[in-house]
């Protein structure tokens, strides 16, 4: 049986009602009809999607079958507790808001936990590809804001006063531990990483009705209770140079999420750091090395290189940008 090499998988679409169709207009996606294409999940072993491998002898497998049967070669030494996850932790996905989405929020593991089914918890982050004009990230309580305010709010069928909204730049990185109440707004596109959950509770649908003339079933006691009241105002992150072009936008528990920008014909080392590397290109293109093997990724396409893969490098030709996530 072959082992593990550098992973091309294919994106999995969702069609939601606020999508539209600048995953292919903007990143290049082989879209079909209709024009609600909401979400491209690039990453995924959940029980709601399942990537495939395109490239190499495992083409045709899913995700969640090799971690499962090699785990030492996806995830390397340095597991934590020393035991493989009983799935592919991160979910990695692009998102295009042609309408803003429902105000939800996200359980933590323990929360997920005694779901039935029980799932992961849900941290994120995003990435802001592009905005429109105008267009709004609602992330993080207003100052001041407690379960008592959020919920007198939502009797007089109001929510917007209570969230912190802010106009996002091209660029900008907005962290959402679980338990942030947040809306992405519409007029976005983003790459976001998250835990491999697909858990979201509902607490306003800014009071649409569905084409049948229903509104979206809520969940607003489960998210009362969800929502982190700590959580206030939440601004972009401010990115940490590393040197060589690269950045760290996120580093938290569950994932370290970074950025490579590249100019023309520069190279990038990425550090052996002894687990698999999720990398994804959201401008320009890059080649990727390893002793593995030669992979040349397009905007908006992304490589997933398991822990037995060493001497990753990346070579941006005529100028990138790459996301570069793992496990902390
Ligand atoms: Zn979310």
Redesign the pocket.
Known sequence: MPTLYPLRLEPLFQQYLWGGRRLASLLGKPLGQGDTYAESWEVVDHRDGQSRVLNGPLAGQTLGELARRYPAEMYGAGLSGGEAPDRFPLLLKYLDAQKTLSV?V?PNDAQGAKLDPPDLG?T?AWLVLAAEPGAKIYAGLSAGVDRAAIAAALAEGECERCLHAFEPAVGDCVF?PAGTV?ALGEGLVIAEIQQASNT?FRLFDWNRLEKDGKPRPLHVEASLDTIDYQRGPVAPQIPQPLGEGSERLVECDKFIFDRWRLSAGQGGVLSDAGGFRILTVVEGEVTVRSDDGVETLGLGQTLLAPACCSGLTLDAGTGATVLDMRLP
């Open positions: 939800q996200h849900k994120e959402i947040h979201t």
